[in-house]
């Protein structure tokens, strides 16, 4: 589909623009959320994400995990730790 000056092919390209902005945005406040939250949650368990022993604190773990699996580690979080 060619078109140059179609106002539905405007709206389209627009639209796509948009959601290629929007959706990198709202995975990044999301990540900022949880990280936010398992920063400030005193309550984290004795072990990491996946029983994973290195480094050997918890909260040290979730760090890690975070800056490595970025979003797919604040999800992670989101559904074993937050307010638990």
Do not use: K
């Amino acid at each position: 589909m060619i078109c140059h000056y179609n106002l539905e092919c405007i709206l389209i390209r627009h639209m796509i623009r948009t959601l290629a902005i929007l959706i990198p945005l709202l995975l990044a406040a999301f990540w900022l959320w949880m990280f936010n939250d398992m920063l400030n949650n005193g309550a984290i368990r004795n072990s990491g994400p996946l029983e994973f022993r290195w480094p050997p604190a918890a909260r040290s773990q979730w760090i890690l995990f975070f800056i490595v699996f970025n979003v797919f580690t604040a999800g992670y979080y989101y559904f074993t730790e937050y307010r638990e």
